[in-house]
T-cell receptor, first 111, second 113 residues
Framework: EAGVTQSPTHLIKTRGQQATLRCSPI?????VYWYQQALGLGLQFLLW???????NRGNFPPRFSGRQFPNYSSELNVNALELEDSALYLC??????????FGPGTRLTVT | AQSVSQHNHHVILSEAASLELGCNYS??????LFWYVQYPGQHLQLLLK??????LVKGIKGFEAEFIKSKFSFNLRKPSVQWSDTAEYFC???????????FGTGTKLQVIP
């Protein structure tokens, strides 16, 4: 069974630009979660999508947004990038609120 | 607001020592509880989970955790650690309804051979 995949592996952007990160969940999983893992801050919950709907979001500004497609894959968009957005962005998938399976992450560097 | 506390940020143990990592959460209703592990250079993996039933949960690689509802705790234990247990450990809580999934800040475990 294929795991959660994320692309790209690394992304380098300059301040003010937009970044788009992608996630493909495990087949059959309907929920996708996005997290930001910044150095020393642990995992910060960003967004939760289920069945195409945004179910909840963490304490992040509106320039962090996303969507879930009919095939349950998901996209995270970060607009107006700031230096402090540099982090590892993790995607996880699950069946409703059961255990989450994580992808390898996308390392975003903002210069 | 829901929160998860992992009080030990960095733990150093010798091989064969016993391990207990603390996890406390703040939510009064029904919760699902998890421990995840992130080995160096690898992505997060589920160690064990608690949904209901027996409060003593056994996971992979000899780990176990005990849910104590009265203390809002879900501590992770292992009787005898190995060098290969060197990793970062995260406690997580999912509470009822459309609540956020909340992770603790993680505990880095270093096992010295």
């Amino acid at each position: 069974e294929a795991g959660v995949t994320q692309s790209p592996t690394h992304l380098i952007k300059t301040r003010g630009q937009q970044a788009t990160l992608r996630c493909s969940p495990i087949s059959g999983h309907t929920s996708v979660y996005w997290y930001q893992q910044a150095l020393g801050l642990g995992l910060q919950f960003l967004l939760w999508y289920d069945e195409g709907e945004e179910r909840n979001r963490g304490n992040f500004p509106p320039r962090f947004s996303g969507r879930q497609f009919p095939n349950y894959s998901s996209e995270l968009n970060v607009n107006a990038l700031e230096l402090e957005d540099s982090a590892l962005y993790l995607c996880a998938s699950s069946l409703w609120r059961f255990e989450q399976y994580f992808g390898p992450g996308t390392r975003l560097t903002v210069t | 607001a829901q929160s998860v506390s992992q009080h030990n940020h960095h733990v150093i143990l010798s091989e064969a020592a016993s391990l207990e990592l603390g996890c406390n959460y703040s939510y009064g209703g029904t919760v699902n509880l998890f421990w995840y592990v992130q080995y160096p250079g690898q992505h997060l993996q589920l160690l064990l989970k608690y949904f209901s039933g027996d409060p003593l949960v056994k996971g992979i690689k000899g780990f176990e955790a005990e849910f104590i509802k009265s203390k809002f705790s879900f501590n992770l234990r292992k009787p005898s650690v190995q060098w290969s247990d060197t990793a970062e450990y995260f406690c997580a809580v999912i509470s009822g309804g459309y609540q956020k999934v909340t992770f603790g800040t993680g505990t880095k475990l270093q096992v010295i051979p």
